[in-house]
């Protein structure tokens, strides 16, 4: 079991938004502004799309947005398009044994 | 072009040793702590390492601590994983990325490691 609690999947309309949680403890999401969201396609590498709960890397589309509260983060995506179908996963930074941690992931289908 | 490409991945017998590598290009490699990450086959992603720039600091997943170590060499721009007594749940692509603001800003391709008998 992963240590941040995803959704396993999400669903939308082209042009609709979509949410996405990451749910932890005090101890990483609730402790830690060292959220970060990264989009995956079937068979390539991880990509940043948000770090720092709601920061943006240089050529992310602003569609993409982040936030938290409390022991929960959130991906929003806006104005969905085909090319946001992937998987996607938050990580924390964590004061356990181990530093990093990632969520399950959550699959995105654009209806 | 930044880019980091790893290596040293293939097919051992539990109990076995391997050795990947990712070879660091187009930045300065020796300020950035890097990470190594993987991914089981149809699973998520679990952080497995990470290493300071200057290799004074390491921390390791529970599941690994005693059996990998991660290394760098600043001169060759280059970061390593020794694994050693290899379990059929270490199968996994292996990817290294780049710490950089509390996050993993770049990623390489990847390199397919599958311990089986």
């Known amino acids: 079991q992963s240590a941040l609690t995803q959704p396993a999947s999400v669903s939308g309309s082209p042009g609709q938004s979509i949410t996405i949680s990451c749910t932890g403890t005090?101890?990483?999401?609730?402790?830690?502004?060292?959220v970060s969201w990264y989009q995956q396609h079937p068979g390539k590498a991880p990509k940043l799309v948000i770090y720092?709960?709601?920061n943006r890397p240089s050529g992310v589309s602003n569609r993409f947005s982040g936030s938290k509260s409390g022991n929960t983060a959130s991906l929003t995506i806006s104005g969905l398009q085909a090319e946001d179908e992937a998987d996607y996963y938050c990580?924390?930074?964590?004061?356990?044994?181990?530093?990093?941690?990632f969520g399950g992931g959550t699959k995105l289908t654009v209806l | 072009e930044v880019q980091l490409v790893e290596s040293g991945g293939g097919l051992v017998q539990p109990g076995g040793s391997l050795r990947l590598s990712c070879a660091a290009s187009?930045?300065?490699?020796?300020?950035?702590?890097m990470n190594w990450v993987r991914q089981a086959p149809g699973k998520g992603l679990e952080w497995v390492a990470n290493?300071?720039?200057?290799?004074?600091?390491?921390y390791y997943v529970d599941s690994v601590k005693g059996r990998f170590t991660i290394s760098r060499d600043n001169a060759k721009r280059s970061l390593y994983l020794q694994m050693n007594s290899l379990r059929a749940e270490d199968t996994a692509v292996y990817y290294c990325?780049?710490?950089?603001?509390?996050?993993?800003?770049?990623w390489g391709q990847g390199t397919m490691v599958t311990v089986s008998s």
């Open positions: 290493i300071k720039e200057d290799g004074s600091e390491k």
């Open positions: 990325a780049r710490g950089w603001t509390s996050a993993f800003d770049m």
């Open positions: 187009g930045f300065t490699f020796s300020t950035y702590w």
């Open positions: 720092g709960v709601s």
């Open positions: 990580s924390s930074y964590t004061s356990n044994s181990t530093p990093w941690v």
């Open positions: 005090t101890s990483d999401v609730g402790g830690y502004n060292y």
